[in-house]
């Protein structure tokens, strides 16, 4: 499928109402007209007249289907277009009645099928078929219509939709691996999937941790969590002969930073991490405000280093 004729929410991103109207409108307007046209076609007046005796008549059933399978293609209607398709090639098989050296159809007051019954023919497809398939194909396409959801969201959730700009410019040049996890934390926001927001955010603040143990010489331990790097990290801050050459103008900073890591961790990271807590909206907004402070402030002083093995077990509480 070409890009031109994509539909908007097949692709990657946010697309805009005003985008989704103008690719679809003209569509639906055009599986509408082309499904009216069909149902004039199929007047008792046509069907009276046997709508499959001449190629003209024929014509004028297969173009609105063939209408009908080509925007039902556009909108991602499959299961529509096929059936439509299958309607097309029945009726491209229907005989139409002979003519006379002057262009003029035999007819004669007998049905289709009787005008037909001494003459080697396909029978052409009864009418009343035909309006059961063209009732039926109206019906598989509103269904499949109505399968089709969208998430709508306001400007304002649209601004943060895969966007890390919230955590700050500083922090995403100070700890540039953030970034995906920043987007998708303002993602699952904008999505209204607040407690997988909070889950994103605390995978930021491990960025944060690692920097601060390494800033310390913390050991980097191959399976560590977060209470075992902050008890590390809390040693070093009271030991003098294990500190950083820095440490003594830093003291306040990583004190600070410290007790703030282990604030998110009992409040926040140990909760989201083991299913132990569902977030409201409103508050997992406050913990990207939260976080993203954090991280600035981090960032004054510290920056990105290799995060070391991940541990799944449960915290020390």
Sequence with gaps: MHDCLMPPWRRVGVVSLLEMLDFSVQRWLAIGESLKALSNRLSPEHIAASISASAEDRNHVLKPLEQIAEACRELGLSFSEGRAMELIERWANVPTLPQTLDGTLVRNERSTYECFSDINYKKPHPSDQLVQDVEFLRSIIFQEMSGC???GLLPLEAGLYMKSSWIGPEVLEKFPSVEWEAAEAATCIALDRDTACVFHCMRVLEWGLASLAHALNVPPNTNPNWYQVLNACRRR????????PEFRSNEQFYNTAAIQFDHF??????????????????????????VGVFMRVLSTRLGEVPLPGVS??????
Excluded: Q
């Design 149 to 151: 959801k969208f998430f």
């Design 237 to 244: 801050i009271k030991e003098p002969a294990n500190r950083a």
């Design 265 to 290: 961790r009992l409040a926040l990271r140990n909760h989201v991490a083991h299913a132990k807590e569902k977030y409201s909206h409103l508050e997992a907004r406050s913990v990207m405000d939260h």
């Design 312 to 317: 799944l077990g449960p915290d020390e509480m």
